[in-house]
């Protein structure tokens, strides 16, 4: 999601020329599915105003899919005006009541009802639909959020369209014994549906928790390359785990991923040159292991 | 280890009466065995030069375990003239000749000779021993190290009177899969031995390699206040795991450390005011998770 989250927490707005410039890097280094933009009011996030733009400027593989955050139903017209550019949207609310008044000024219940009215519209123009749950695994407003209230949650995602789940630690609270914990729990209660994963790296954890995800047989991760976007809490502090972090260490455990990590570090590189200052990747830094 | 491995990194010399006030915050914070500094030649790090004022004029909770590391039996000579202020011993070699040649210029075989005779005479003194393999996972210059390599090492550390063995990853090479054959193994060698793991961050994979470790039954783990320290390669890259971030983990996986964690990341920001400059440490930026 570096496109998406990455650019649009940038203080600047980066020109849609070096956002597409970037996108395809990303697309040429194998990554399959790519959250490319947001279709948020501009006035709210000048950042991606340029999301039509994005849209129908972007060259990518074939095989790859575009995926779209879309905040509400306005977003969710405004993707399908750009309809056969995209394959895929996402829809977010949080499992924080306090997180999610304070993010989208709404109770988690009006939330998911329009959730339930977006994906039922995208599903019906053939749109894959993810349904993306913040603070899954802790709140900074509210401290512990029950699993079995985010199970609910993602219950009713699925129920209404939503093919894919994801669990967002978005301020970096989840340890371990905790993800383990319930991505057993999330498998038992939605058999059918793509359980991912999407981890902060707040305390350094990040590629722990990854860890104790695959452990229970989670195959899908949420990322950002670069270490870019994520949410600051408290300011300063990384957010998103690094692409190139991510597919170091599951390369070097043997899991395939089909990414070309030198091509993906090249793309962190073009990313840290265009925004002018040092990002939190490791790997960016370090270059792949060499085992000579 | 962040007083000696910490300090010794650093570009310029940090003053003594500011090491003393950092070692003794760690010593508040419920730390039980600190590596104070290391006995090597003040005109080869000058950083350390005043590790015998250290040793004299450190006050620290009577149940901590003062470790300093000596490099060959002139820095255990210097050592044993401060008997009293010392409980342990670390001596250490590379699993790796070419990594031996290039860091103390002697071959693996005249290294394991002298920590022979160090430990000797150390274990004759009542002193504990420590023995620390580095580049136990692999090499920047020879890239993959035989696990047979380096539990033969361990062994004869071990026969030479190390209680402890650490294996240090000590260019970031290691990956989860790789930690829990490698300890598995290494339990098996060496039923009667601490084994310590001794990872690094270089590649934002420092605490997925601990819960690794944790699986298989490690229980003793090196770190670094502040993450300073460690092997930057390339330039720039991070090195030791930190403190903050491991107790952190441990803690909220429901592992108790004795360490107060608020106390180690005063520690920590206390380091990062006497350096002047921001550390790497995540939990040190972000703070400790509070669950409200």
Chains 1, 2 share one sequence.
Request: proline fraction near 5%; charged fraction near 20%.
């Amino acid at each position: 999601m570096g496109p998406r989250d990455g650019f649009q927490n940038e203080p600047e707005v980066i020109a849609t020329a070096d956002k597409l410039a970037l996108i395809e890097l990303l697309g040429r280094a194998g990554l399959k599915r790519i959250e490319v933009t947001s279709l948020v009011r501009p006035d709210v996030v000048p950042q991606l105003a340029d999301a039509e733009q994005v849209l129908e400027a972007l060259r990518l593989p074939a095989d790859v899919s575009v995926s779209v955050l879309v905040p509400n139903e306005r977003g969710l017209e405004r993707a399908l005006a750009h309809r056969a550019r995209i394959q895929e949207i996402n829809g977010f609310l949080s499992a924080s009541e306090t997180h999610n008044q304070m993010n989208v000024s709404r109770s988690i219940e009006d939330s998911l009802a329009g959730l339930e009215r977006t994906f039922a519209t995208a599903a019906a123009e053939g749109l894959r639909c993810e349904g993306v749950i913040s603070t899954a695994f802790g709140c900074p407003y509210e401290g512990r959020v029950p699993p079995a209230r985010v199970l609910a949650i993602a219950t009713r995602l699925h129920a209404a369209g939503a093919q894919e789940v994801a669990f967002g630690d978005t301020t970096g609270m989840a340890n371990p014994v905790q993800v383990r914990e319930f991505f057993r729990a999330a498998r038992e209660t939605l058999p059918g549906a793509e359980l991912t994963a999407h981890f902060h790296n707040t305390r350094g954890q990040g590629l722990a928790n990854v860890l104790a995800a695959l452990e229970v047989g989670v195959e899908s991760f949420e990322s950002s390359f670069g270490e870019l976007g994520g949410c600051p809490v408290p300011a300063g502090a990384t957010g998103n785990i690094a692409t190139e972090d991510l597919v170091s260490m599951l390369h070097e455990m043997g899991i395939a991923t089909g990414v070309d990590l030198a091509a993906l570090i090249e793309a962190a590189a073009a990313a840290q040159a265009v925004l002018d200052r040092p990002l939190g990747s490791h790997v960016l830094t370090a270059g792949q292991i060499e085992w000579g």
